[in-house]
Each structure stands twice: as C-alpha cells, then as structure tokens.
C-alpha cells in the first residue's frame, strides 16, 4: 500500500530540534497524534538512537510541534509542544518547551499562517500546553525569520540571527501557583529513608531544585558523572515523583509525569569545562545546575527549567538563592554546555509575583518537505 506522507518542517529552535506540523495538515482527532509522532520522531527505540526517524535519542531532540493560526485575542499563533519518549512509547504533552517556542513564528512564516512586513516583528503565541503566552521578537527579511548573525548561545554550534523570547506571567504554567506546595522548602523523604531540602517552584514548568551537596555533589560535574552514577539517577527518579505529587501533579508517584516536574541539582560555580572541552569559568555564573529531562541530564538546559532555575535564584529562602550569588542584571547559569543569561522581572514587595522572564535564543530551518509514514 502507499506510504502517508504530510508535509512538516525540521527546524532547530534553540538547544533544541523538532519535526513541525500545522494542526491543518494533521488528523483532526487528537488521540491520532501519538502514533503518529512516535513514527515521525522513531520511537520506542530499545536502542536509544532512533535511527528509524527524525529522533536523535536524547529528549532534546526527540520533539513535535504543531502550530495554528489563533483565534483568540491575545495571540497571533497557538502552538502545542510534544515531547515524545525515546525508548518507550510515549508523548508527553505535560509542559512546554521554551526553546522550540522561538522556532514557532519562523516556522509559521514559512508555511504562511502569518505575514509580516520586513524589519523588527513582534509575534504573540499561545502555548497550549500551560495556558500561557510568550512574545517572540525578531526580525523579518523577504517575507522571512531572518536566521543568519553572529548572536550564540550555548550548545549550538556557529550563531544565528537573535530571538527575544518573552514569557509573560509565566507563573504556575503546571499547577496554577508559583509555589505549589506553598512553602519554600520542602522536605522529601526517599525510599530509603533519607530526607532532602527541596524548592518546588513552577514558572514556565514546575521544577525540583536540590542542593547538590546533599548527594556529594557540586552541580559542576560532566554529564557522564552523573548518568553513571545509576544509584543516583534512580534516587533523583524518587524524588522527582514524590515531588509530583506534593505539587499536585499526580494522585501517587506511579502516576508522575514523564516531563515535569523536572528535578535539577544545583551548586555554586567552581571551575569546570563544557562539553566542547571550553573552559567555564565560575567568576562568569552566578549559579550551576544541572538538570534531569526525561531521566536524562540535560546537555544544556530545558529553557523552562532554566527560567525557573533563574526566577527561584532571585527569591530569597529558597534553595537556589541560598547558594547563588545575587547579582545585577541576568542571572547566568553555569550549565553542561556554558552559560545561560537569563532576564527576569521578580516583585518581592509582598508575596513573589513574577511578571515576566526573558531569554535571547536563535532557530533555523533546517528541512521542509514531507514526512514519510508506513501505510
């Protein structure tokens, strides 16, 4: 019988890349994606690799999107994030990811759900995934997302044409509540008895931050030290479950997330160096964390998760602001790949409230065409 084949785009959209639909050219029932992104991206693979799609085994590059025209008033774009497992047959569309959010408007320029006039452009989306909207500001040339520049961001190779992302009320995008346990610290006691000081924090995602200290840790180590260490992932799998409920994710910890919350340990900057063999250096960070996806260490970090990493620095009493150095300006987080910058507009005059959070990222098509699927 004849393959099925529908037309997407292969785009890179910060550290991360993603196989693009329009909702129009996909089956009307949601309940026909999941098997239809697992195809695409080449999942489950027991070999971890995904040869047999557009997957490149890790959960950063193993992702769907699928973009619309809005009809509602405040955006321009709707855009749903899946998050497709590699080794086991799942799509997750529990959170959202920042950083093929700065792919979305290039990608609905090139399909023509947008037009925009040539120079700097401003493009509300709304991601269905958490309810919120986010302000992609770039510029357009010949109809076109301007791609080329000398703008680069960490674990991307070259540079590109920058794209301020803007994240407006991102606050409780999972659970509804910047703290959605409503403390500071949380303690979680593991299976095997020991207890750990946690943040719950949910801006952009819902996220779990750990002293690394806690596991003998400083939050500065290569990404092989830690996926290694199998006792400790699997300890950090416990904690993050638990968390999901505490949060309010999940009835019990057999029913947690695959996505969030995500867990990261985190640390103050030592001397390090990233995976290009680059020196990092601590004088430049005012934070390290190192973050789990989809019980993976993030080759740099989930930009929710480093949204939240960065907003949770900036409050006092919680875990990363009690190790991080406060500083004007961004707040730069040393991570696998570099450092991150990252904006934020915190009020502590009362109870936190965060109006808004900015990062600079940059996208590229790499393919348009069609994808092809078994009949």
């Not at 992104?37 to 950063?60: A, E, H, K, T």
């Not at 952009?204 to 290694?228: H, K, Q, W, Y």
């Not at 936190?352 to 996208?363: C, E, F, Q």
Request: proline share 7%; glycine share 10%.
């Amino acid at each position: 019988m004849p393959s099925i084949r529908i037309p997407a785009c292969f785009m890179r959209g910060g550290s991360s890349k993603g196989v693009f639909f329009t909702a129009a050219e996909l089956p009307a029932a949601h309940a026909e994606w999941d098997p239809l992104f697992l195809s695409v991206i080449g999942s489950p693979d027991p070999y971890g690799r995904q040869l047999n799609g557009m997957g490149g085994g890790v959960s950063s590059l193993s992702k769907a999107a699928v973009i619309s025209a809005s009809l509602r008033e405040e955006a321009d774009l709707d855009f749903t994030f899946a998050q497709v497992a590699v080794g086991e047959a799942l799509v997750d569309y529990s959170s959202n990811c920042g950083n093929l959010s700065s792919a979305v408007a290039p990608f609905a320029l090139e399909r023509g759900l947008i037009r925009l006039e040539d120079g700097p452009a401003s493009v509300r989306i709304f991601n269905t995934n958490t309810n919120k909207v986010l302000i992609a500001h770039f510029e357009v040339s010949g109809g076109r997302a301007v791609e080329t520049g000398t703008f680069a961001i960490p674990g991307v190779s070259g540079s590109g044409a920058p794209i301020r992302l803007e994240f407006l009320d991102p606050a409780g995008a999972g659970t509804g509540r910047l703290f959605p346990s409503g403390n500071l610290k949380d303690r979680i006691v593991a299976e095997d008895g020991r207890a750990f000081e946690a943040t719950l924090l949910d801006v952009g995602n819902p996220c779990v931050f750990v002293d690394a200290a806690a596991f003998g840790r400083t939050g500065n180590e290569m990404i092989r030290e830690l996926e290694s260490d199998t006792a400790l992932m699997t300890l950090l799998e416990d904690l993050r479950r638990k968390a999901a409920v505490l949060m309010g994710l999940a009835e019990d910890e057999s029913a947690a997330p695959s996505a969030v919350p995500k867990i990261a340990i985190v640390g103050a900057p030592l001397p390090a160096k990233d995976l290009a063999g680059n020196a990092i250096d601590p004088a430049a960070a005012d934070l390290a964390v190192r973050m789990l996806s989809m019980e993976n260490v993030h080759r740099v970090l989930p930009l929710t998760g480093a949204m939240c990493s960065a907003v949770a620095s900036r409050i006092p009493g919680t875990v990363p602001a009690d190790l991080a150095r406060q500083a004007d300006g961004d707040v730069r987080l040393a991570n696998p790949s570099g450092i991150l910058p990252i904006g934020t507009d915190v009020s502590l005059d009362g109870a936190p409230t965060v109006r808004s959070v900015t990062v600079i990222r940059t996208a590229r098509l790499l393919m348009t065409g069609e994808v092809v699927l078994p009949s």
